[in-house]
């Protein structure tokens, strides 16, 4: 135990003792948070259209007034002209195209089905999909009006329909800044733990001092437990500082417990730890480490639900997923932070993070022998 | 540890893929003494002290440092090693002090409690405490090296070229310590490339390709010298060996520094070499008989094993 505390000890001593690094430590969370948070949203504002309005009656005017109400669309250029109106889809300078037909107004007056032609520029999906919805509320909001007064002069009664009220829960102004702190967050303690916490091994065994450390009585468990804790400890240190950042300048809130968030991240951390040590004892180089380190990180960052939901992945995905830390953290944090879930709430996956973390320890511990 | 042998090897072999690093080596290493390994880079010197200090396991035979198997008792025998790498392999962002410290630690001891052993050598660095251990120059470096392997009071001390690329005053001064310690009672294994130092040693055996040669004092092996040695000295030191070599009753030619060691497969040739070379150009040669070092048996085992 004495040996453990006094291998930690002199981690920490030469993590601060690197003027670099000692900095890096405190800046980096909150250059990160600063940035990104503000910068990542899926908000859809200000998408740009051109209009082919061949219709020019107060039902098309009718349509474009509505879209432009709605504050995602900005009408830039209306045209009659369907090469223009392309051409401008082409140089980007458009996102979408909307085509009023001649005769879009004499035939909803007559009662007869109309169609306007769309086209999203969909370079990136997913706003494109977004302004798709956007757009398709906007114009079954028209339907409704037509139905309205169509009925309204034949009957007036109450038109009998489903009124579909919604309220959000959780994240009640659908702020995209609270739904990416989080996620931003545990990318940002997995990416220090994982980089600080190899590197440190790697270049033990760079410069040589493994040899010597491998010639004492020093045992196998001692030495990864001295790698792993202070690691862990600063990527608890800056999750709280994350926290507080995100208190301060997003007014984050945080519905539940801190210390259910703590005990999660721990368990977190011990799993992309002993993942870091597995790789790095079986790295010759810090770019051996760094290229495979890179390889995890990138797969748990793409798929762990940052900005996709992990549940509408494809069933092989969500296999994969499976042994993906990041999915239970992302998801943890996000509940906790925004629902105030409990322990029974988010057991299962606390569970799972514990079976991976014991796994990539022991087989680093296993592992350190055989390839040292 | 009644028993007077420290180390003895029995038919050891270690052999990494398809390459024997090490081939049938029987070695016993005395208590109290100083023992040398003798060999060209790449012979196996590295190799069989990572088998001593446990960081290697044996492929072969069997291998007992200090009564203890180095398989199964590598435990026991760590607390009781001071090993020393080639390489420089302390922490450089710690200094001198907590260098100390830190090995002192982690064998569960405390550098007051051995100060006495290491006071020869660290009193040398101990004005430099506070430095961290990279900014230290070769030699120093060296000192504190030598400090933290024996700062646990170890039972058997052993040096992979603790000498290489260190200046020729420390070098000196380094085996003047290595033999203080011995009056400590700690035993020493101690490779190098140089034969000079092989002199210094109470016994050495020679390695070559992963063999040991020859095992005994540096005088016995040098007096199992068996030609007749010959130095020559010409103007032209390279002209010089390629006419040598190039001569039928010439057995080998060694460059010496400024001079080459000649042995003859015809006795009395030396009479008729400076005429041989006269002929070939090369001029002003002095012939003497010198007696055989210890690198002119080295050279001499080498050349007998292909």
């Excluded at chain 2, 200090?66 to 090993?83: K, S």
């Excluded at chain 2, 380094?174 to 490779?191: M, P, Y």
Aim: with cysteine; glycine share 8%.
């Amino acid at each position: 135990m004495r040996t453990v505390l006094y291998l930690i000890r002199k981690e920490f001593k030469q993590i601060f003792r690197d003027v670099f690094l000692g900095k890096a430590i405190i800046a980096i969370p909150i250059v990160q948070l600063l940035i990104f948070v503000p910068a990542v949203t899926l908000e859809i504002k200000r998408v740009n259209l051109c209009i082919i309005d061949r219709d020019m009656t107060s039902y098309s005017r009718g349509l474009l007034e509505g879209i432009q109400a709605s504050g995602v669309f900005r009408i830039k250029q209306l045209t009659l002209a369907e090469d223009e109106a392309y051409s401008l889809l082409n140089s980007n300078k458009s996102d979408m195209v909307i085509h009023i037909p001649l005769g879009f107004g004499k035939d909803i007056g007559r009662g007869n089905p109309v169609k306007i032609m769309v086209s999203v520029n969909a370079i990136n999906a997913m706003s494109a999909q977004l302004s798709w919805v956007y757009l398709n509320g906007i114009i079954s909001g028209m339907n409704m009006d037509i139905a309205l007064e169509n009925i309204g002069s034949l009957l007036p009664t109450n038109l009998k329909q489903v009124d579909v009220t919604h309220r959000i829960w959780y994240n009640e102004m659908l702020n995209y800044k609270h739904f990416m702190l989080p996620g931003i967050l545990t990318i940002l303690i997995t990416v220090i733990g994982m980089i600080l916490g190899g590197i440190n091994l790697v270049k033990e065994k760079e410069i040589g001092t493994i040899e010597q450390i491998n010639v004492t009585p020093i045992k196998k468990h001692q030495f990864i437990i001295a790698k792993m804790l202070p690691f862990l400890a600063i990527s608890l240190m800056d999750l709280a500082f994350g926290l507080v950042l995100g208190r301060i300048f997003f007014k984050m809130p945080f519905v539940g417990s801190i210390g259910l968030l703590f005990l999660s991240a721990t368990l977190f951390l011990i799993a992309i730890l002993g993942l870091t040590l597995l790789i790095s004892i079986y790295s010759h180089s810090q770019q051996q480490f760094l290229f495979v380190a890179f390889f995890f990180l990138i797969i748990f960052i793409l798929m762990g639900g940052i900005f996709t939901p992990t549940d509408s992945m494809p069933l092989w995905a969500k296999r994969i997923n499976l042994f993906n830390p990041m999915v239970y953290q992302m998801r943890i944090t996000r509940m906790v932070m925004l629902k105030g879930s409990g322990l029974i709430d988010i057991g299962k996956d606390l569970l799972a993070l514990l079976t991976i973390g014991i796994t990539l320890s022991v087989l680093a511990v296993r592992g350190y022998r055989k390839a040292v | 540890m009644a028993d007077k042998v420290v180390i003895r090897a029995e038919d050891v072999g270690k052999h990494f893929g398809k390459l024997h690093a090490l081939r049938g080596i029987n070695l016993e290493v005395n208590r109290g003494e100083i023992f040398g390994l003798i060999g060209p880079d790449g012979a196996g010197k590295t190799t069989l002290f990572r088998l001593i200090t446990t960081l290697l396991t044996p492929d072969s035979g069997s291998l007992t440092v200090l009564g203890l198997d180095v398989v199964t008792q590598y435990r026991e025998l760590r607390r009781q090693i001071g090993y020393m790498p080639g390489r420089f392999s302390l922490y450089h962002d710690l200094t001198v002090e907590e260098n100390l410290n830190f090995y002192a630690t982690v064998f569960g001891t405390t550098v007051k409690e051995n100060y006495t052993l290491i006071a020869d050598i660290y009193s040398h660095i101990e004005p430099f405490r506070r430095r961290p251990a990279g900014k230290l120059s070769g030699g120093m470096k060296q000192k504190l090296a030598l400090s933290c392997a024996l700062i646990h009071r170890p039972a058997l001390l052993v040096l992979d070229e603790p000498t290489t690329g260190v200046d020729a005053v420390s070098r000196v001064e380094f085996w003047e310590l290595l033999r203080g310690l011995r009056e400590h009672g700690i035993t020493t294994v101690v490779s190098t490339p140089y034969m000079d130092e092989a002199m210094r040693c109470d016994r050495v055996a020679l390695i070559q390709s992963g063999q040991l040669l020859s095992i005994d004092t540096p005088t016995a092996i040098m007096e199992g010298f068996t030609g007749k040695l010959y130095s020559v000295r010409a103007e032209e030191n390279y002209s010089l060996i390629m006419a040598l070599r190039a001569n039928p009753h010439v057995h080998t030619a060694h460059p010496f520094g400024s001079s080459v060691h000649v042995t003859f497969n015809t006795e009395g040739y030396h009479a008729t070499l400076p005429q041989y070379l006269h002929e070939k150009g090369i001029e002003n040669v002095t012939i003497e008989p010198i007696s055989p070092g210890i690198e002119d048996r080295f050279l001499e085992l080498m050349e007998r094993e292909p």
